[in-house]
Structure formats: structure tokens, C-alpha cells
Nanobody
Framework: VQLQASGGGLVQAGGSLRLSCAAS????????MGWFRQTSPKERVFVAS????????DEADSVKGRFTISRDNAKNMVYLQMNSLKPEDTAIYYC?????????????????WGQGTLVTVSS
């Protein structure tokens, strides 16, 4: 499975961005997806996850109500809509997939990772 994240950039606080992750290979519609973020040199932190069908989502408390994860299984895409961005949201964002149908929050629960896309929120 290959994952390609895109959509990062520079945005002012209070603004919005939508990250996209394109998946190829594997059985996308059978795999849960997740978004994590990393502020070097810290570890990757869970942001959001979505089940294989898209019926179940899970978001970290720090982004709940501001970020929304979604997917389009027909297009092999997963998205992270980020609204009301804050400077502390600045990080490299990674999409990941796990060969399971249910959501998960731990880095070790994911099997494949994309290359990351940088989001910078200015104050």
C-alpha cells in the first residue's frame, strides 16, 4: 500500500486547510485510515481515524469540533478538513492505514505510512 499526503501549507490562525491522502495498492475499502502529526523531534501524535466503511470516526480531544476526517472509497482517498486552525496545530501531518476495519489511536496499530505534509499556522 502506498500513501501520498498533500494539501499542507501556510495559513493564518483561524483559517482552514483540507489535507488529502491518496492510497494505491491493497484493498482500500477494507482498511481503516488515520491522521497523525509530528512536531520534531517529538513522537507522532494521533489526530483522527476513520473506519473502513467510514461509519465510525474518532478524533483527538485537541482537534474535536475543529477537524473532520472523511473518506471516499470510490476514489481511494481520505481527507482531513481542518478549521479554526491554531498555531499549535503546526506540524507535519501523516496519513496512515491499518489492515483492519476499525479505528485506532496508536502509531503501532498502523501498517503503512505516507510521507507527510507540512502545515504551518501563523499567529
Amino acid at each position: 500500500v502506498q500513501l501520498q499526503a498533500s494539501g499542507g501549507g501556510l495559513v493564518q490562525a483561524g483559517g482552514s486547510l483540507r489535507l488529502s491522502c491518496a492510497a494505491s495498492g491493497g484493498s482500500f475499502g477494507r482498511y481503516a485510515m488515520g491522521w497523525f502529526r509530528q512536531t520534531s523531534p517529538k513522537e507522532r501524535v494521533f489526530v483522527a481515524s476513520i473506519s473502513a466503511s467510514g461509519s465510525i470516526t474518532d478524533e483527538a480531544d485537541s482537534v474535536k469540533g475543529r477537524f473532520t476526517i472523511s473518506r471516499d472509497n470510490a476514489k481511494n482517498m481520505v481527507y482531513l478538513q481542518m478549521n479554526s486552525l491554531k498555531p499549535e496545530d503546526t506540524a507535519i501531518y501523516y496519513c496512515a492505514t491499518r489492515v483492519r476495519v476499525l479505528t485506532a489511536r496508536n502509531v503501532g496499530d498502523y501498517d503503512y505510512w505516507g510521507q507527510g505534509t507540512l502545515v504551518t499556522v501563523s499567529s
